[in-house]
C-alpha cells in the first residue's frame, strides 16, 4: 500500500525558512513524478512544483508572488524522499501542504493526475 507521510511544517515568523519532507513507501517510486500542492483555508488546492527523477525536469508555480524563487523541491537518492525548501516565506504561504506522487510519466500541475496523497502538514506564517 502506497504511503506519502510529510513533515516539517509548523509555525514561522515571515521571512523565515521551513523544509518539509515526504516519505514515500509501498511503491517503486523512481519513475513517479512527485509534486507539492498547497490549501489555504476557504481556497482551492493549489499546484507549488513537481520533480521528475526521470526526465529531471522540474517545475514551480508562478502566483506573481515570489514563490519560484523561493521554494526550492529535490529528490533524496534513495527516490523515496522528495522535500520542499521554502525561503522568505510570507504569511500568503500559509496553508495545509500536500505531497502527492503520479505514476504517469510526464509532470503535472494539475492535482487530479495525482494518484497517491499524503495528509498534509501545517505551515502558518505569522506577520
Given at each position: ?18 523544509r ?24 482551492e ?24 524563487d ?7 537518492n ?18 495545509v ?14 492535482a ?7 495528509q ?8
Open positions: 500500500q502506497v504511503q506519502l507521510v510529510e513533515s516539517g511544517g509548523g509555525l514561522v515568523q515571515s521571512g523565515a525558512s521551513l518539509l519532507s515526504c516519505a514515500a513507501s509501498g511503491g517503486t517510486f523512481s519513475t513517479y513524478v512527485m509534486g507539492w500542492f498547497r490549501q489555504a483555508p476557504g481556497k488546492r493549489e499546484f507549488v512544483a513537481t520533480t521528475s527523477w526521470s526526465s529531471g525536469a522540474t517545475y514551480y508555480a508562478d502566483y506573481g508572488n515570489g514563490m519560484k523561493r521554494f526550492t523541491i529535490s529528490r533524496g534513495d527516490k523515496n524522499t522528495v522535500d520542499l525548501q521554502m525561503n522568505s516565506l510570507k504569511p500568503e504561504d500559509t496553508a501542504y500536500y505531497c502527492a506522487a503520479s505514476s504517469r510519466r510526464y509532470s503535472s500541475t494539475t487530479h493526475e495525482y494518484d497517491y496523497w499524503g498534509g502538514t501545517q505551515v502558518t506564517v505569522s506577520s
